[in-house]
Every structure is written in C-alpha cells, then in structure tokens.
C-alpha cells in the first residue's frame, strides 16, 4: 500500500507506518479504479452503519480473541515489559487493546508551566488555526463552528493553536489530561465512523467534522479554557470517560480510553495561552505527522 511516513520524535528520523489491516485500507482509500467506487459508494453505507462496527467491537470481547493477542505484539514489535499486567492476565483481544502501561514507562514533564502529549499517537500541532493551510488537505478545510458544533464556542477559539492526534491500533490507547485542570462533563455529539487513515483523511478532511465524537471544556490555570474531543472512528463507536467531572485533575490524569480500533484527539487552545514545542510545529509544516509518547512536552504557558 502506499507508505505513510512520519517523524519519530525520540530519533528525530523519518520512519514508515506499519499499518494494521493495510490491505483492507489501501483497499477503500487508494488509488485504483476499485478503491474510487468503494470509497463513493460502499464507504459511506459502511460508516453509517454503527451495528458493523458494534458487532466488530463485540467480536474483540470474546475469549477467542485473545489468540490474536501474541501474534500482534509480534508483528509490531510492541514493548510488554512496559505493560502494567503480563500478557497472559488479558482475556480477550479487547483487555488487551485498553491496557494500561507501567507509570515509569510514560513519565510526565513536571515543569508546571508546560502542557503535555495527552496520548501515544502522531500528531499535526497548529500555532494558529485561522492560518494553517486546510489543517491537513490544502485548500480545503474544515470549520470550527462545524466541529464543534457551536459558533459562539468556535468564536472564542478562533487565532488560536489547534493539537490533532491520530491513535493507532497498535498505540496505547488511554488518553490523559494535558495539564492540571479541573473538566466539566464530556458532551456527544453523534455521528459517523469512518476511518481516520491519513489516506481515509487525504479524501475526506471533513472526516473530522463528521464523525462521532465528544467535547470537554478544561479550566486551567495556566492556559485558560482548553476544549479537549475525541473523536471516534472505525470500529470504535465506544469511547470510555474514566474522570470525575467537575473534579480537580492533575496533569497526566487518566481522561479515558478508546475500545477497539483507530481514534482521533482534538485539544483547541485560545490565542495567547501556549508556546507549541519547536520540534513539533516543524514537523507539521514539513507536511509530516510526528509519533509523540505520553507525558513529552507540548509546550508551555504564555500567561
């Protein structure tokens, strides 16, 4: 299929994309005469239809599952000494997906003045969103007010820095808070499931704005109001809030967990309240995701 590149933030280095089920992604979301009529017409009927993904996930719960479990830590070379459970304490493919890591195995940046990644994934990072050239496909974009689904709320982001996360099934997937706050109630806001593949995203920016997913507002001391979303995509109509709303939260503080399948993170920042990390805006203006861990600094407090 075709290759997906991004930047290792550890090495530095350019690396290629293992995909899982590359096959049956290169085949919606490619190039060939096949691929176009799939992604016009099957796609669209397959996203919205919420029970395929339901009885996907359902299918990962099952105590056969677990059988796939080894053989995927194989074939991506995934690190089990940094899991909090051994291996075999997982009972379906499912416990495995939602697993938690060791706490030494993610630290987190302690200056109290500096965000932190919220999750193992790759990340666009946007120091001001009315600037940034379509987010990812350019010349097309989509708006606040349509992801948020609120213009008075969108009205109050507007200039400021934008964070996208792409979740990988083979990455850790729970997601943190970025810096100590204290978050109201995580909201819905219904949708479809389609799939956020950057190939899946390079046809369909909209994707984002189309999806199933959630917003949460963060009052913070150091870097305001922050909107914190998740978004859903395939196989993953289940997304899991963990946290207690309304409740003070330390930086690091686990938020929740995505079930099955690849999933998305949007945090907004309003203008003025955060540096975004050198390293990180390059990489995005290279046109390039970069694989961030949990717990690295995002950037730091501009009040």
Same mark, same amino acid.
């Given at each position: 299929?075709?290759?997906i590149?991004?930047?290792?933030?550890?090495?530095?280095?350019?690396e290629?994309e293992?995909?899982?089920?590359?096959k049956?992604v290169e085949?919606f979301?490619g190039?060939?005469?096949?691929?176009?009529y799939l992604?016009?017409?099957l796609? /669209?009927?397959?996203?919205?239809?919420?029970?395929?993904?339901?009885?996907?996930?359902?299918l990962?719960?099952r105590p056969?599952?677990?059988?796939k479990?080894a /053989?995927?830590?194989?074939?991506?070379?995934l690190?089990?000494?940094?899991f909090?459970?051994p291996?075999?304490?997982y009972?379906s493919?499912?416990?495995?997906?939602?697993?938690?890591?060791?706490?030494?195995a993610?630290?987190?940046?302690s200056?109290?003045?500096?965000?932190?990644?919220p999750a193992?994934?790759?990340?666009?990072?946007?120091?001001?969103?009315?600037t940034?050239?379509g987010?990812?496909?350019?010349?097309?974009?989509?708006?606040?007010?349509?992801?948020?689904?609120?213009?008075?709320?969108a009205?109050?982001?507007q200039?400021g820095?934008?964070v996208?996360?792409?979740?990988?099934?083979?990455?850790?997937h729970r997601?943190?808070?970025p810096?100590?706050?204290?978050?109201?109630?995580?909201?819905?806001?219904?949708?479809?499931?389609?799939?956020v593949? /950057?190939?899946?995203v390079k046809?369909n920016?909209q994707?984002?704005?189309?999806?199933?997913?959630?917003?949460c507002e963060?009052?913070?001391?150091?870097? +305001?109001r922050?909107?914190?979303m998740e978004?859903?995509?395939?196989?993953v109509?289940?997304?899991?809030?963990?946290?207690t709303?309304?409740?003070w939260? /330390?930086?690091g503080?686990?938020?929740?967990?995505?079930?099955?399948?690849g999933s998305?993170?949007?945090?907004?920042?309003?203008?003025?309240t955060?540096?975004?990390?050198?390293d990180?805006?390059?990489?995005?203006?290279?046109g390039?995701?970069?694989?961030?861990l949990? +717990?690295q600094?995002m +950037?730091?407090?501009?009040?």
């Amino acid at each position: 299929m075709t290759d997906i590149f991004y930047i290792n933030r550890q090495t530095g280095k350019e690396e290629v994309e293992k995909v899982y089920k590359g096959k049956a992604v290169e085949l919606f979301y490619g190039d060939s005469s096949l691929s176009h009529y799939l992604h016009k017409w099957l796609l /669209p009927v397959l996203a919205k239809k919420k029970w395929l993904s339901r009885l996907y996930g359902y299918l990962q719960k099952r105590p056969s599952s677990r059988k796939k479990i080894a /053989p995927f830590i194989k074939e991506f070379g995934l690190d089990s000494s940094e899991f909090l459970d051994p291996v075999s304490a997982y009972r379906s493919f499912n416990a495995f997906f939602i697993r938690k890591l060791k706490p030494e195995a993610r630290p987190i940046n302690s200056d109290p003045c500096r965000a932190v990644i919220p999750a193992d994934g790759r990340y666009y990072f946007y120091a001001d969103i009315d600037t940034c050239p379509g987010f990812i496909v350019k010349g097309e974009k989509f708006t606040l007010d349509t992801l948020l689904g609120s213009t008075s709320l969108a009205s109050e982001f507007q200039g400021g820095s934008m964070v996208l996360a792409r979740l990988c099934p083979t990455d850790y997937h729970r997601f943190h808070f970025p810096c100590d706050c204290q978050p109201g109630l995580t909201h819905l806001i219904n949708g479809w499931l389609y799939s956020v593949n /950057p190939l899946a995203v390079k046809k369909n920016i909209q994707i984002f704005a189309q999806n199933k997913r959630t917003l949460c507002e963060l009052r913070t001391p150091l870097f +305001g109001r922050i909107i914190y979303m998740e978004i859903g995509a395939t196989s993953v109509g289940s997304i899991q809030e963990t946290y207690t709303a309304n409740e003070w939260q /330390p930086k690091g503080g686990e938020k929740g967990y995505f079930e099955f399948g690849g999933s998305s993170l949007i945090l907004l920042f309003a203008k003025n309240t955060i540096q975004l990390d050198a390293d990180l805006l390059a990489a995005t203006e290279r046109g390039l995701e970069i694989r961030c861990l949990l +717990g690295q600094s995002m +950037g730091r407090a501009l009040s």
